[in-house]
C-alpha cells in the first residue's frame, strides 16, 4: 500500500471502529448515535464558531505535538513538555504584564521569545542532567512538571496573584497580545495557529534541511557514531532537549499570549501529554503532527456539541483514546483493511 | 547416509530471490563447508534449517526423515544446534545462564544455578571449550562468546552444528582452537555445517565444500581434490588475486607519533601502557596482537574517542594530545572503525547521509548552517560507484545494506576524505574474498599517495601482505616491531602471546 | 424557558459548587417545569466556547433563559460572553467580577464562606483537648482563603473570650481531587498533635475525614456511632470537620461540624428570579444573614460539645447578622482583625 | 535554627515513619508492575491507567458485595483485563508501546468517569464504600517507637514488601525470571533457544497489570474506602520513575518509591510543623521537595540506568 496514503487512511479508519465500539456504548445509554455522531461533526467543523473552537484547540496542540516529536527525533523522551510550557507561559505572563509601553512589533516578539528561552532552559536541565551524569530525561522531565505545577500554583496564589477571583496573573499588556485572525462571537482566533504552523515548517528545515538538525538526528540515531564523526553528544542532547522545550514553552506563549491573556492555574491542562501522543500519531514528522493535533482538536471541540445531545463528555475520552490507540497499534487496522480487500 | 538433507530449497524476500532451488547434501559426521560471496544466501537456508525462516518450497530430511521445522523448538528437537553470524546471546546474564537458558535445570521451584555451572563445567571441559561461567557476556571477549555459542548447542545435546562464520572474529589462536574443537566434536559423530569467506580454513578444516552464488550452489567439492584458486573461481565468477605487491617504502617524514601513551579501558583499568611509536608518510603500520589486548583502547584514543590518562600524540609534529574527533579530522585524521554497526555508520541515515558524516558541516556539504542536498546527492553517487556499493541507491537505509556493502560505504567515505594520515580497524571482518582484495587494493591505493597508515587486523595473512612494519600488542604493552618480510607468523604468533621481540628470537 | 449550566473543569460530581449548582437549577427547573440541561468543560479553552454554546441554545428558546458558569475559574470567560448575549441571562457562582459595573444581565453570588468556617472554628478550639487544631486547603484560591480566615478568626475569638490559647496548624494540598494526599497531610497534622482538622480541600478532605477516623477507630477500638461518641465525650479522640455541604455522613461521630455553603439555594434564586423577571443584577454576597452559609447541625455529635458553647455560638451568629461582629474577608483583614469587646447575656 | 530543630523532630517521630510506608506503598506496587512489563521488553505508560481503573473496580465491586476482599481480587482482574488490551496491541500488533500506553490511561479516565453516573447513581466520586481494615498485631503496638509505626498497618504495606520480595525472587532465582530477562535484552537470542518470546511478554505485561491494580485497590478500598475520578494523582508516572531510578530491579523500585513516600511525609511534616512559621502562600512550595530530591538523587548519586535493550521495542518473528 502506498505509505503515503495509508498514514491518511489509518487515522480515518481508526476514528470509524472507534466510532462503531461507540455507537454501542450510546446505543447502551439511550442516546442515538446518529443524532450524537451529527453534533460531533457539527461541533467541530459545522459552523464558523466550530471551526474557530478547533483552530483555538488545535494551536497548542500542534506546539507541544512538535515539541515531543522534536524530542524523539533526537533520542530523547521528553515527557516534560507539560512543565515547560507552564514556566514559559508563567515568567512571560510575568513580565508581559508591564509591556504595554512597548510597540506590538516589539512587545510580541519579546514575549514569544522569553516563554521558548523559558521552556528552552527548563528542558535544558532535563539535557544537561542527561548529558553529564546519565541522569534518565523521564525521570527528571516527570519530576521538572510537578515542580513547574506548584511552582506555578505558588506564583498565581502568591506574588503574580490579581484579583480575588481566579489565581491568575495580572493581564498582559495589550501590545504583547497576539493580533485576532478572526472573531465569532467572545470566540476570537488569535494569530496563534499560523505560529504553530510556522513553527512547523521551522522545525522541518530544522530537521531536514539544516547542520545542526542532522547533528541532531545522528546522535539521536547513534551517539557513537555521531562522536566519531567529530559531534558533540552532549552539547547536541543539551540543544535538542532546548529546542523542544523551546517549543513547549511557544505553546504556552499562544495560550498566553492568543487564548488567555493572562497565566492561569489550568493553562496547560494536559496538553503536554497529549504531545506525546500527537507527536507519535503524526509520526514525529512536523506535516503529520499538524494533522494529528488537528484530528484531536477537533474531537475535542465536537465533544462538546455531543453534550448537548446527552451524550456525556467522558464519551469522548473514550473515543479519543481507542483512536490513539489503533492509530498506535495500525496493523489491527492495516488487517481489517486487507481482510475487507480479500472478502471483496 | 546423510544427517542433513535440503532439497529444491527456494527462499524469496522481496525483491530478492535468497535461495534458488538449492539442493545441499551432508554426510553423518563430516565437516562440511559452506562458502560463497556476501549475499550469496548461505545464512538464509541455514536459518531455515534452524527454523528460524521457512522455505517456500523444498524439503528438509533429517537422517533421511523428512521433517517440518516449526521454530528453532522443532530444530532443537531434531538434534540441530546453530551458532549465528551475529551472536545471540544476551549480554547481561552470565555465561552459564546463557548456555543453559530455554532449558533450565530447576531445583523445587528455583532455577538452579549451581547445576547450571556444574553442568557447563563439565561439558567445557569434555570439549576443552574454555569459559569463565560466572562472567557476564558484556565483560567477554568475542572468542570466549563464541565458546559459550558452542556450548549452547552441546548443551542441548545437538548432533548437527551450524557454524556461521565463526572464523570472522577470532584471532588465529583463537581459529586453531576452534579447529581443535571441531575435530573433537567430528571424532564424537557430530555433523557440522561451516560457514566461511577464508578459504585456507575451508581447506584445513573440511571434507567437502559446497559453494553458492546468487542463490543457487555452483558446485560441489571434495576438499581433498580441490584448491583455493577452484574454489574462488565458484564463488566470484572469476579469478581472484589473493596475494598483493607493493613497491617498498621509502618517505622519511614522520606523519603521526605517539610517545608513552597511557589509555584505560571501560572497567577503568589499564589497557594501553606507555605505548610509542611513529608513522611515516606512504607507510603502513600493522599492529598485531589478540583481541583484547588494548587495540581497540589504542585506537579509540588516537582518534579522540577515548580519554588519554597519560603521554602525548603528535599529528606532523604538532601537539593533538587532547584533541577532540572533530579537531583531528580537521587536521587529515581519517578513521575506518572496527565495529561499523556502532561508530562507523548510522543504521537509520540514508547511504547520502552516513557518507558525509564527519564532514557534513564543511563546503560543499554545507554552507555552515544549511546542508546542500544536490552537491551530498552527486558526492553519495561517485562514492557508490567508485567503490562498488550494492545497491547503488543513494536513499538506502545505512542499516539496509549488507555488511560488506556497508564496510565499502565506511572504507569509500573515509578515504575520500583525502586524509592525511588514516587508521583502519579490521577493515575486512567477514567480507568476502572478492571485497577484502578490493579493500585492500583501495588501502594500497592510499599508500601510494603518501597518507600515513595504521592498519590494525586480527588477520595476520592482512597484517603481513600490507605492513611495511608489524608492531605486536600484548597486554597493552608493545613487544617488538619487525618487517614482514624478516620475520615469520611463527615469531609474531609468539609476541602476541607475551614473548618479546628477543625471547622469541631466541625461540 | 430554559437554564444551562456550564460547569469548570472540575465537572460534576465535585461535591461543591458544581454539584451544589446543578442541585438548584434542578428544584428551580422541577418547581417552574422548565428544562434544565448541563455541559461539561474539558479544559479551560472550553468556557468561552461553551458559554456562548449555551447561550445560542437559550436564544433559540421563545421566551429566553438564563446560563450559569460555574466556579472562580469561569470568570474570564463569563464576562466575555455576556457582553456578546444582552438579551441572556447569566448568573455566575462562586465569580467574583474584577469590576464593580456588573452587565445588566449578569448576577454574580458570592458566598462568605468565612462566617461559616468562623463558627466551625469557634467549635473546634472549644472542644480541641490538645489546644492544637489543623486547617488543610485545597489550593489556596480565594474561597479557600476565606475558609480559612473564617477559622483562624473562629479560634481567635475563642481564645479572646476564654483566655485559651489553642494554636492553628496549617497546611495545603495543592489540588482538590487525590484523597491520598488530603489523608497524608491530616495524619501528618495528627501526629504534630493536632486533634482536630477542618478541611476545604474537595475531594482531598474525604481523606482528611478518613484519616481522623482511621486514628479514632484506632482508639476506640470499635467502630460503631454508639462507641465512637461515648469514647470522644469521655476522653476526646481526634475529629474532622467538613466543607461545603453537610459531611457528616461520611464519618458519623468523627466529622464534628461542616461549613456548609448554599451554592443550590443561590442558583434556585437565580433561576428563579430570571423566570419571574425578578432580576437584580450586581453583586450578591450571602452570608449567614442571607442564609447562603451555615453551620451543618451536627447531627451527631452535638453532644460532644458544651451547652453554654453552643449558645455562645448562636449568640455569636446574631452578631454576624447584625453586622456587629465583622468576620475578615480578606488576608489584611485577618492581620488587623481584633475581637470586639462582647459579652455574653448570660 | 528552628528549621534544624523541626527537622529533627521530623525524624524522631515514628508517625513520620509510618506516613512514608503508607505513602510509599502504591508506588512500590506501581514501579514493581512496571519493572515486570519493562524487563521483559514492553514499555508500560499505562499504570496511571490500569491503577485508576482498579481503584474504580474494587470500589464497584466493594460496593456490590459488600466485602472489601471481593473488591481486591476484582481489582487484580480489572489490571489484567486492563494491562492485557495493552499486552495485545503492544505483542500481537507490535504497536508503539508509548502512544498504546498514553491511549489506555485516556480510554481508563474516560471509562470510570463514565461509568460513575450509571453504576453509583453520581458522577466524580462514590461514597464510602469499606475498606481494607488495618492488621493489628497485638503485642507490638506498646513497644515504643516501632509499636507506633507498625502497630497498626494497612495489610497492603506488607503485602507491598512481599511483593517485592516475591518479584526479586522470581526475577533472579526461577527460570521464569531468566527468561524474562533474556526476553527483555535480546528477544531474537531467546526465540532461536525456542523460549516462547510473546508468551513471556504477555506474562510481564499482565503481571504489571496485577501489580498496578493492586496500587489502585490500595488507593481507593486500601486508604479511603471510596473512588474519586483521577485519584491516582499522577503516582503511575512518578512509580516510572521510581522503576528507572531504581534501574528496573524490584529491590531498586522499592527503594526509590520509599525515597519518594518519605520524602514527600517530610514535606508534609515540615509543613506541618508547628515550629517554622510559613505564610499560607508559601506552603505550595513544600510540595516541591520531594520532586526536587529525586532530582538530585538521580542525577547526583544514581547516574545512569540502562534500560533493558529490548524496552520499548516491538518483537518481530522472520518468516
Ligand atoms: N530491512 C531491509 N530492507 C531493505 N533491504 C534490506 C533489508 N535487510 C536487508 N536488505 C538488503 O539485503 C541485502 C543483504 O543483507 P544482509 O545483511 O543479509 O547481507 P549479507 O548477504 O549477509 O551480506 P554481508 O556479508 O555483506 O553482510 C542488502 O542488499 C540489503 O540492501
Ligand atoms: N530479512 C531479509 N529481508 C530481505 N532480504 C533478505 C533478508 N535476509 C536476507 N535477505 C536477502 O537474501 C540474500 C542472502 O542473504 P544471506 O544472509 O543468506 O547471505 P549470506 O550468504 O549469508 O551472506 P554473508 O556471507 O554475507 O553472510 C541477501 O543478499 C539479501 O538480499
Ligand atoms: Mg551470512
Ligand atoms: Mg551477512
Request: proline residues 4%.
Amino acid at each position: 500500500m502506498n505509505k503515503r496514503f495509508s498514514a491518511i487512511l489509518i487515522p480515518i479508519i481508526s476514528v470509524l471502529i472507534a466510532l462503531a465500539i461507540s455507537t454501542v456504548i450510546i446505543l447502551l445509554i439511550g442516546k442515538n448515535p446518529l443524532t450524537a455522531y451529527s453534533a460531533l461533526i457539527r461541533g467541530s467543523f459545522g459552523s464558523k464558531q466550530a471551526i474557530a473552537d478547533t483552530i483555538i484547540k488545535t494551536t497548542p496542540l500542534i506546539l507541544t505535538g512538535l515539541a515531543v516529536g522534536f524530542g524523539f527525533r533526537a533520542g530523547v523522551f521528553n515527557i516534560g513538555a507539560e512543565g515547560q510550557m507552564v514556566m514559559g507561559a508563567l515568567i512571560a505572563a510575568a513580565f508581559a504584564g508591564n509591556f504595554g509601553f512597548l510597540p506590538p512589533i516589539i512587545a510580541i516578539p519579546l514575549t514569544i521569545l522569553i516563554a521558548m528561552a523559558v521552556g528552552a532552559g527548563y528542558a535544558a536541565i532535563a539535557g544537561f542532567l542527561k548529558a553529564k551524569t546519565g541522569a534518565h530525561e523521564v525521570v527528571t522531565t516527570i519530576m521538572l512538571n510537578w515542580i513547574a505545577t506548584y511552582f506555578a500554583s505558588y506564583m498565581v496564589t502568591g506574588p503574580l496573584k490579581v484579583g480575588s477571583g481566579t489565581p491568575k496573573s495580572p493581564e498582559i499588556a495589550n501590545s504583547a497580545q497576539l493580533p485576532i485572525l478572526m472573531k465569532v462571537g467572545a470566540i476570537e482566533v488569535s494569530a496563534g495557529i499560523i505560529i504553530a504552523v510556522v513553527a512547523a515548517i521551522f522545525m522541518y528545515i530544522l530537521l531536514n534541511k539544516s547542520t545542526t538538525g542532522y547533528e541532531i538526528k545522528a546522535v539521536g540515531f547513534n551517539p557513537y557514531a555521531a562522536e566519531y564523526g567529530g559531534i558533540s553528544v552532549s552539547k547536541n542532547i543539551i540543544l535538542a532537549m532546548a529546542i523542544s522545550g523551546a517549543l513547549a514553552g511557544l505553546a504556552g506563549a499562544t495560550e498566553l499570549m492568543g487564548v488567555h491573556h493572562r497565566f492561569l492555574g489550568e493553562l496547560s491542562g494536559g496538553k503536554g501529554f497529549d504531545g506525546i501522543s500527537i507527536a507519535l500519531i503524526g509520526q514525529n514528522n512536523p506535516i503529520g503532527i499538524i494533522f494529528a493535533a488537528l484530528l484531536i482538536g477537533a474531537l475535542r471541540t465536537g465533544s462538546n456539541e455531543m453534550q448537548f445531545v446527552g451524550v456525556p463528555k467522558h464519551m469522548v475520552m473514550i473515543i479519543q483514546g481507542i483512536v490513539i490507540f489503533l492509530v498506535a497499534a495500525d496493523r489491527i487496522v492495516r488487517t481489517i483493511m486487507i481482510r475487507k480487500k480479500v472478502t471483496k | 547416509m546423510y544427517a542433513v538433507e535440503m532439497v529444491n530449497i527456494v527462499k524469496k524476500f522481496p525483491g530478492v530471490l535468497a535461495n534458488d532451488h538449492v539442493t545441499i547434501r551432508i554426510k553423518k559426521g563430516e565437516i562440511h563447508a559452506i562458502v560463497g560471496e556476501n549475499g550469496a544466501g548461505k545464512s538464509t537456508l541455514m536459518n531455515q534449517l534452524y527454523g528460524l525462516y521457512h522455505p517456500d518450497e523444498g524439503d528438509i530430511l533429517i537422517n533421511g526423515q523428512k521433517v517440518t521445522i516449526k521454530g528453532p523448538k522443532d530444530a532443537i528437537k531434531n538434534g540441530i544446534g546453530m551458532v549465528h553470524q551475529h551472536f545471540m546471546l544476551v549480554d547481561t546474564l552470565t555465561v552459564a545462564e546463557n548456555i543453559v537458558l530455554g532449558s533450565e535445570p530447576v531445583k523445587g521451584l528455583n532455577f538452579d544455578i549451581k547445576e547450571a555451572r556444574k553442568q557447563v563445567k563439565e561439558l567445557s571441559e569434555k570439549y576443552g571449550l574454555f569459559v569463565d561461567v560466572d562472567a557476564k557476556i558484556e565483560d567477554i571477549p568475542v572468542g570466549m562468546q563464541q565458546r559459550v555459542e558452542i556450548l549452547k548447542t552441546l548443551y542441548r545435546g545437538a548432533n548437527i552444528i551450524i557454524l556461521d562464520e565463526p572464523t570472522a572474529v577470532l584471532t588465529p589462536q583463537e581459529v586453531e582452537e576452534l579447529f581443535e574443537i571441531m575435530r573433537k566434536l567430528k571424532s564424537d559423530e557430530k555433523t557440522i555445517l561451516f560457514i566461511s569467506h577464508k578459504l585456507h580454513e575451508v581447506m584445513e578444516i573440511s571434507d567437502r565444500i559446497t559453494v553458492m552464488r546468487l542463490g543457487k550452489v555452483t558446485g560441489e567439492l571434495e576438499t581433498s581434490k580441490t584448491n583455493p584458486k577452484e574454489i574462488a573461481r565458484h564463488m566470484v565468477g572469476r579469478d581472484v588475486v589473493l596475494r598483493v605487491e607493493k613497491a617498498p617504502h621509502k618517505s622519511k617524514e614522520k606523519v603521526f607519533e605517539i610517545k608513552d601513551l597511557v589509555v584505560k579501558d571501560n572497567r577503568g583499568l589499564v589497557a594501553v601502557n606507555k605505548v610509542s611509536f611513529d608513522i611515516r608518510k606512504g607507510e603502513i603500520v600493522g599492529i598485531a596482537g589478540v583481541a583484547g589486548n588494548g587495540q581497540t583502547e589504542l585506537v579509540e584514543a588516537i582518534t579522540g574517542l577515548r580519554k588519554i590518562e597519560d603521554g602525548k600524540i603528535y599529528f606532523e609534529g604538532k601537539d593533538v594530545t587532547h584533541f577532540t574527533p572533530k579537531q583531528l579530522r580537521e587536521l587529515g585524521l581519517a578513521h575506518i572503525p572496527e565495529d561499523r554497526l556502532k561508530h562507523g555508520l548510522i543504521e537509520e541515515f540514508e547511504a547520502y547521509y552516513n557518507v558525509i558524516l564527519g564532514q557534513h558541516y564543511k563546503p560543499p556539504f554545507s554552507n555552515g548552517t544549511f546542508l546542500n542536498h544536490k552537491e551530498i546527492f552527486e558526492y553519495t553517487k561517485n562514492i557508490m560507484e567508485e567503490f562498488d556499493v550494492r545497491p547503488r541507491r543513494i536513499q538506502h537505509l545505512g542499516g539496509n545494506f549488507s555488511g560488506g556493502n556497508q564496510q565499502k560505504l565506511v572504507v569509500g567515505r573515509e578515504i575520500r576524505m583525502n586524509p592525511k594520515f588514516l587508521v583502519v580497524a579490521q577493515p575486512t571482518r567477514g567480507l568476502d574474498v572478492g571485497a577484502i582484495e578490493f579493500i585492500h587494493k583501495q588501502i594500497l591505493k592510499m599508500r601510494e599517495m603518501d597518507v600515513g597508515i595504521l592498519l590494525i587486523s586480527m588477520e595476520l595473512e592482512e597484517i603481513f601482505s600490507l605492513s611495511d612494519r608489524i608492531i605486536v600488542m600484548y597486554e597493552g604493552e608493545i613487544m617488538g616491531e619487525v618487517k614482514p618480510e624478516e620475520t615469520t607468523v611463527e615469531e609474531v604468533g609468539l609476541m602476541m602471546t607475551g614473548q618479546r621481540l628477543v625471547e622469541a628470537r631466541r625461540g | 424557558f430554559k437554564a444551562i449550566m456550564v460547569t469548570d473543569t472540575g465537572g460534576l460530581g465535585d461535591k461543591s459548587f458544581n454539584d451544589g449548582t446543578w442541585a438548584g437549577v434542578k428544584r428551580a427547573a422541577a418547581e417552574l417545569g422548565i428544562d434544565a440541561q448541563v455541559i461539561q468543560s474539558y479544559e479551560q479553552a472550553d468556557y468561552v466556547s461553551n458559554l456562548t454554546k449555551a447561550a445560542q441554545e437559550i436564544q433559540k428558546e421563545p421566551d429566553g433563559g438564563i446560563v450559569y458558569a460555574v466556579g472562580f475559574m469561569m470568570t474570564d470567560a463569563l464576562f466575555e460572553v455576556a457582553q456578546q448575549f444582552p438579551d441572556v441571562y447569566f448568573a455566575g457562582i462562586d465569580i467574583a467580577p474584577s469590576s464593580d459595573n456588573v452587565p445588566p444581565n449578569v448576577i454574580c453570588f458570592l458566598f462568605k464562606e468565612q462566617e461559616s468556617a468562623f463558627l466551625v472554628g469557634y467549635i473546634a478550639a472549644a472542644t480541641t483537648r490538645a489546644n492544637k487544631v489543623g486547617f488543610i486547603g485545597g489550593i489556596p484560591i480565594p474561597p479557600v482563603e476565606r475558609f480559612r480566615y473564617g477559622f483562624e478568626t473562629g479560634v481567635k475569638v475563642f481564645n479572646d473570650l476564654h483566655g485559651t490559647n489553642v494554636q492553628i496548624i496549617k497546611g495545603y494540598t495543592n489540588q482538590f481531587s487525590d484523597p491520598k494526599k488530603g489523608k497524608d497531610l491530616a495524619l501528618s497534622q495528627f501526629a504534630e498533635g493536632v486533634d482536630i482538622i477542618f478541611h476545604a480541600s474537595g475531594a482531598c478532605g474525604n481523606g482528611v475525614i478518613e484519616a481522623a477516623k482511621e486514628k479514632m477507630v484506632s482508639l476506640v477500638g470499635k467502630d460503631d456511632l454508639k462507641s465512637i461518641l461515648e469514647y470522644a465525650f469521655e476522653k476526646g479522640g481526634y475529629f474532622a470537620m467538613g466543607v461545603d455541604v453537610d459531611q457528616d455522613y461520611m464519618a458519623p461521630g468523627v466529622v464534628l461540624a461542616s461549613a456548609m455553603k448554599g451554592v443550590d439555594t443561590a442558583s434556585y434564586l437565580g433561576v428563579k428570579w430570571a423566570y419571574e423577571g425578578n432580576w437584580t443584577p450586581g453583586i450578591h454576597k450571602l452570608g449567614l444573614a442571607e442564609n447562603g452559609v451555615r453551620m451543618s447541625p451536627m447531627k451527631y455529635t452535638k453532644g460532644l460539645v458544651e451547652n453554654r458553647t453552643l449558645a455562645e455560638l448562636a449568640y455569636l451568629v446574631t452578631l454576624i447578622k447584625k453586622g456587629i461582629l465583622t468576620v475578615p474577608e480578606t488576608e489584611e483583614a485577618l492581620k488587623s482583625f481584633r475581637t470586639p469587646n462582647i459579652v455574653f447575656p448570660f | 535554627m528552628r528549621v534544624l530543630e523541626a527537622i529533627f523532630l521530623v525524624f524522631i517521630n515514628p508517625l513520620f515513619y509510618k506516613i512514608t510506608l503508607t505513602a510509599a506503598t502504591p508506588l512500590i506496587f506501581a514501579s514493581l508492575g512496571g519493572v515486570y512489563s519493562e524487563i521483559t521488553g514492553v514499555v508500560n505508560i499505562a499504570l496511571e491507567g490500569i491503577m485508576l481503573m482498579s481503584a474504580f473496580t474494587s470500589v464497584v465491586f466493594t460496593y456490590l458485595s459488600g466485602n472489601v476482599w471481593v473488591g481486591v481480587l476484582m481489582a487484580v482482574i480489572s489490571g489484567l483485563a486492563f494491562s492485557w488490551i495493552h499486552a495485545w496491541g503492544s505483542i500481537k500488533w507490535a504497536g508503539n508501546q508509548v502512544v498504546l500506553g498514553t491511549a489506555l490511561i485516556l480510554i481508563a479516565q474516560g471509562v470510570t468517569g463514565f461509568l460513575m453516573e450509571p453504576i453509583f447513581g453520581k458522577p466524580g466520586q462514590t461514597d464510602f464504600v469499606g475498606k481494607v481494615e488495618e492488621l493489628k498485631i497485638p503485642g507490638l503496638s506498646n513497644v515504643p517507637f516501632f509499636g507506633k509505626i507498625f502497630g497498626e498497618l494497612s495489610p497492603f504495606v506488607y503485602m507491598a514488601f512481599a511483593a517485592v520480595a516475591f518479584s526479586w525472587w522470581l526475577i533472579y532465582k526461577t527460570k521464569l525470571g531468566l527468561r524474562m530477562r533474556a526476553v527483555g535484552e535480546n528477544p531474537e537470542a531467546a526465540d532461536t533457544l525456542g523460549i516462547n518470546v510473546f508468551g513471556i511478554r504477555y506474562f510481564g505485561v499482565l503481571m504489571s497489570g496485577v501489580w498496578a491494580g493492586l496500587a489502585g485497590a490500595y488507593l481507593s478500598i486500601g486508604e479511603v474506602g471510596h473512588f474519586r475520578e483521577l485519584m491516582t494523582g499522577g503516582r503511575g508516572f512518578i512509580a516510572l520513575a521510581a522503576m528507572i531510578l531504581g534501574k528496573y530491579n524490584p529491590v531498586g523500585a522499592m527503594l526509590a518509591s520509599i525515597l519518594f513516600g518519605a520524602s514527600s511525609a517530610f514535606a508534609n511534616q515540615m509543613q506541618s510543623s508547628s515550629l517554622i512559621h510559613v505564610s499560607a502562600t508559601v506552603k505550595p512550595l513544600f510540595d516541591m521537595i520531594p520532586f526536587i530530591l529525586t532530582i538530585i538523587v538521580v542525577a547526583g548519586f544514581v547516574g545512569k540506568s540502562r534500560a533493558p535493550k529490548a524496552d520499548g521495542i516491538p518483537y518481530e518473528k522472520a518468516s
